[in-house]
């Protein structure tokens, strides 16, 4: 019953295959591995884009980081939600690489920005000419932090808005896979036809043991890229071991069902919530994140009965009145199991 994050997660057997059959033998370093350039296909195959450039770090802040760099300058700003990752959970990574530049928050409801707000805010920045941050890129968060999920047409609209600024769009990708299931979209569709520069494909949160893909749709940034990388101390040596567990996810559709599976729990789970009573979500249940409140004394319940998952925001305290709505984050995983929603939902009185 754990639903701490879905980086809690084991990794499935075909990583754990793909690697050990990776360790056999001599291998070239920094990315000149065979499997590498057969990584690099898979992902252009998959995205229609026979022209991208592909290319593995080990975290997802450096993706998001590494790749926001090539796209703004140090005197410029990421125009991003107020709850996006990269202003909420990355320690100030994306100002560090990027060499200074700022973040400026986009409000909206459900942790998504709203084309009317983007525009407003775009418009604002650098009324001062050489006084003020300039405007340098927009960073859309796919699934969000909330749960919730973008829709092709919504990423369509927030591209335009960029595109009449003529500003670079990220898209962080971490749960990508999750979105995908839930919009039923192509992963072309869901970026580089909406509008979306580079991506910030995740690997970690759907099961890898620890690798992203970096794809850029403008192949004239490879070469930054390659250099910020290294500067940045994220070109791996022993590289073949990021290209094994990226060409396993590949492979026969695996992060496909490995986010298909997530997906299914935390519906089975939201709905399941709904029945305690008093019990509200905070967010619609668009992918594998579910945001409810329910009375204290269930949470105490369910603490004490074993379960793992975060209060949020994380300052609230089992301690006080016993009915009071408290809030709560729940991810589920690939591994998550029916079993596991179903005895993490007794605990709460729900009965299967």
Known sequence: MNFASDNTSPVPPQVLDALREANHGYAMPYGNDAIAAEVRDQIRTLFEAPEAEVFLVATGSAANALALACICPPWATVFCHRNAHIEEDECGAPEFYTGGAKMTLVEGPDVKMTPGNLDAEIAFAARGGVHNVQRGAVSITNVTEGGTVYSVDEVRALCAVARAYDLPVHMDGARFSNALVTTGATPADMTWRAGVDVLSFGGTKNGLMGVEAVVLFNPEKAWEFQLRRKRGGHLFSKHRYLSAQMQAYLTDDLWMKLATRANAS?????????????????????????FAKWPRAKHRAAMDGGAAYYMWPMDQSLDGPAEELISARLVCSWSTTDEDVDQFLALLGVDP
Not at 271 to 279: H, P, S
């Open 266 to 290: 935390a519906a089975r789970l939201s709905a399941g919530l709904l029945r305690v009573e008093g019990a509200e979500l905070i967010y619609p249940t668009d992918a594998n994140m579910v």
